[in-house]
């Protein structure tokens, strides 16, 4: 299996553009997680689903910040506009069932100008 | 809420010497929990966790851990370090027993030391 695919993996932008960050889970896992890693705040999870439905959004930071899992195979995590408090790694993970291991993809490393 | 403690930001050992990496969690429900290492630039892999039963975990790359309710630690540890095991650890515990929501602690740079 390939593992958890995100892109990009690295991302430079200007303050205030759109930025989406894409993520493949590992066929056959339900559930796919969002994290944010900071030197600050360290990893804080920001949203996850279940069967492509979102679960648990509270970790979201502001409205900006929006996710969506339109098919098992593939989820969105954008922000818009971004900011650059929002310069960050973010990670995606996946699992099977609810007592699974979470699988996570290497990262994308975002900075925002 | 379930949060995670790790004990020293750093730790350094010199090669072939004991590692112990200290994490205390606070939940008021059996607890999963969880090691992850993280390598430069890479995404977290999974060295072992602990759900149900035996108290003493094994893990990948030589290492374990043990599950000690009464003083609601999870500690882990190596007998002998090995240069390449030089990464960040992250200590995390599940909100409620089987549930996917994970709380990481604030990680542990481990250095090796030739």
């Known amino acids: 299996d390939a593992g958890v695919i995100q892109s990009p993996r690295h991302e430079v932008t200007e303050m205030g553009q759109e930025v989406t960050l894409r993520c493949k889970p590992i066929?056959?896992?339900?559930?796919l997680f969002w994290y944010r890693q900071t030197m600050m705040r360290g990893l804080e999870l920001l949203i996850y689903f279940n069967n492509n439905v979102p679960i648990d959004d509270s970790g979201m930071p502001e409205d900006r910040f929006s996710a969506k899992m339109p098919n098992a195979s593939f989820s969105t995590l954008k922000i818009q506009p971004s900011e650059p408090r929002d310069s960050a790694v973010y990670f995606c993970a996946s699992s099977y069932g609810l007592a699974g291991t979470q699988y996570f993809g290497p990262g994308t490393r975002l900075l925002v100008l | 809420a379930q949060s995670v403690t790790q004990l020293g930001s750093h730790v350094s050992v010199s090669e072939g010497a004991l590692v112990l990496l200290r994490c205390n969690y606070s939940?008021?429900?059996?607890?999963?929990l969880f090691w992850y290492v993280q390598y430069p630039n890479q995404g977290l892999q999974l060295l072992l966790k602990?759900?149900?039963?035996?108290?003493l975990v094994k893990g990948i790359n030589g290492f374990e851990a043990e599950f000690k309710k009464s003083e609601t630690s999870f500690h882990l540890t190596k007998p002998s370090a090995h240069m390449s095991d030089a990464a960040e650890y992250f200590c995390?515990?599940?909100?409620?027993?089987?549930?996917?929501?994970?709380?990481f602690g604030t990680g542990t740079q481990l250095l090796v030391s030739p």
């Open positions: 066929s056959g896992h339900d559930y």
């Open positions: 939940s008021s429900v059996p607890p999963y």
């Open positions: 995390a515990v599940s909100e409620g027993t089987g549930f996917q929501k994970l709380v």
């Open positions: 602990y759900t149900t039963g035996a108290t």
